[in-house]
């Protein structure tokens, strides 16, 4: 099972940017499909992005798209996801997800491992 540790999480005025990473170990980061979701106070954990195992091709949320940006280091063993044009809704706690096939993914139930999440906060 891959184990996953985020970082880059914190406060940003609204506009603004930040960048997320996530940490994988174990040798078979580089043939799985990663994803991040987020979670709200008080709303449903939900999908934000994907890429598949090469990082050629990758999928977004309609309410991230064109803001956000997912991509992956496979010899770092680790996935980003860069956040520009911050919004006060976009704040939440953003999970790094581990898959345990290559594909793009968008259910939570298709992934196997999960971080522990890291917060991101937008001030308005």
């Known amino acids: 099972q891959v184990q996953l540790v985020e970082s880059g999480g914190g406060l940003v005025q609204a506009g603004g940017s930040l960048r997320l990473s996530c940490a994988a170990s174990?040798?078979?980061?580089?043939?799985?499909?990663m994803g991040w979701f987020r979670q709200a106070p008080g709303k449903e954990r939900e999908f934000v992005a994907t890429i598949n195992w090469s990082g050629d091709r990758t999928y977004y949320a309609d309410f991230v798209k064109g803001r956000f940006t997912i991509s992956r280091d496979n010899a770092k063993n680790t996935v980003y996801l860069q956040m520009n044009s911050l919004k006060p809704e976009d704040t939440a706690v953003y999970y790094c997800?581990?898959?345990?096939?290559?594909?793009?993914?968008?259910?939570?139930?298709?992934?196997?491992?999960w971080g522990q999440g890291t917060q991101v906060t937008v001030s308005s």
């Open positions: 997800a581990a898959s345990s096939r290559g594909s793009l993914y968008r259910r939570a139930d298709d992934f196997r491992s």
């Open positions: 174990g040798r078979t980061f580089s043939s799985i499909g």
